[in-house]
C-alpha cells in the first residue's frame, strides 16, 4: 500500500490543557498535536432544542396516479436549488425530476443510457461549487457534473490508485464546498477500506488512511458458496463532509473524527453516552423484521420452510457486543452536524431523535424530525427527505424549520 498520512492518537494524558469556548457548555476542550478534542455530555432526558418543525409538510412531491413525473419509483436522494427549486433523484427511471417551489414538475434530466448526462445506476446527488450539480452513479463509480439547468458539464473520473486492488474501487461518499469528494472503498464490501480526498479533477489529494469496513458476517454453505450477512447491531461506517472538514467515523462509538483537506486529523467529537448490550427482546425483533418480507419467487407452499430455514440461518449469525452509539448523521447547509440516535428494535419512537451539534462540534440540543422521513438535506429553514405511504406510494417532501435561539 501507498503509505498513508499519519494520525496522531491523543490521549487523556497528552499535553492536555483546558479551557472554554464562548457559548459551550463548559465542557473542556483539550488541545494537543494540533488535535482539538471535545467532550460533551448528553442532553438532558427528555430535552428538546426550541426550534421548530412545521406540523405538516410545506410541499408535497409524489402522488398514486396521474402524470408520470409525479409518479415516483425508487426515489434515492433529493436536494433543493438556491432558486427554490427541487431536484429529485429518480432511480426507477434514472432520471433526475425538477420540481419549482410549489411541487409543480418544470423539467427532467438524464436517463437511461450511456451518454453525456445519462446514467446507468444513479446513486446519490449533492450540490457542487457554484450552481452546479454533482450526480454520482455505479458501477463505474464517476461522478457527473451538471448545471442549475441540467446541461452536462463534465465527467469525473477517478484517478487510479496504483497501491490499491483493482477489485477495490473508489466511490464518491460526500461532496466539499470547494470541489473536493470524499471517497472510499465501499464499507459494507470490505473489512477494511482506505478513504481518501480527491481533488475536483478526481486525482487524489490526500489519504485519511484506513479504516475498518462495515460488520458483516460471512456463512459458508458447502465449499461453493457463501452468504454475507449483516452482523445483527454491527457497526456501520459514517462519512460526510462537514463544513471545510471530512467525517470519517463509526456509529460503534460516539466519537467523530474530522480530517481537514490534507488528510490531517483536525478534530475529535465525542458524547459521554454509555453502551448499551443488546437484550435477548432486541435480538428477536431483529430477527423477526429481517424474516417480513418474503422473496416473490417463493412458491406458497414452501413459505412456511423457507421462513424456518432463514431464522435458523440468522440465529446463527453473531451479534454485535453492543447497540450502535448513534445511526447517521448529516450536515447542514449552516454546518451544524445532525446525529440521528439508535432506535433498538421495539424502542422506537414516533419520529427520529437527532443530536445537533453546532459548527464547531459542541452539542446545542436534540430535535425530532418526523415519523417516517428520510433526510435528505437540512437548509437554514427547510428540512427535505422521503416517505411512503401505508401504500408504498412515494414523497419527496420539504418541511419548514424554524431556528430559534
Known sequence: MRPLIPIVIVTALACQTDDTLPGDTGAPVRDSAGIRIIENSPPP????????IGTEPAVTIGRADGDEPYLLYI???????????????????????VFDGDGTHVATWGGRGDGPGEF??????????????????GPRRGVTVLDADGNFGRNIVFERDENSPPGMPFNPKSMGRDGAILVSHEPHMYETVEVQIR????????????????ERYIANEGTDRSIM?????????????????????????????????????????RLGVAPRVPTQAHIDTYIDRQLSWIPPEIPATEVEQYLTRQRRAWEEVPVAEFLPAFNSLIADRVDHLWVEEFEPPGEERPGSLWTVLDPEGWVIGVIETPDGLEIYEIGVDYVLGHT??????????????????
Open 120 to 137: 446507468r445506476s444513479l446513486v446519490a446527488i449533492e450540490p457542487w461549487r457554484g450552481d452546479s450539480i454533482a450526480a454520482w452513479y
Open 45 to 52: 432526558g427528555g430535552s428538546r432544542l426550541p426550534w421548530r
Open 199 to 214: 481533488g475536483p479533477e478526481g486525482r487524489i489529494v490526500a489519504s485519511l488512511g484506513t479504516h475498518p469496513g462495515d
Open 75 to 97: 426515489v434515492r436522494d433529493a436536494l433543493r436549488l438556491a432558486d427554490g427549486r427541487i431536484v429529485v433523484l429518480n432511480a426507477g427511471t434514472q432520471e433526475l425530476r
Open 388 to 405: 411512503r405511504d401505508e401504500l408504498g406510494v412515494e414523497y419527496v417532501q420539504v418541511w419548514s424549520l424554524e431556528r430559534q435561539d
Open 229 to 269: 450477512y449483516s452482523t445483527p447491531f454491527g457497526a456501520h461506517a459514517a462519512q460526510e463532509a462537514w463544513g471545510d472538514l471530512f467525517v470519517q467515523a463509526s456509529t460503534g462509538r460516539y466519537e467523530i473524527r474530522a480530517y481537514a483537506g490534507d488528510g490531517a486529523l483536525a478534530r475529535i467529537v
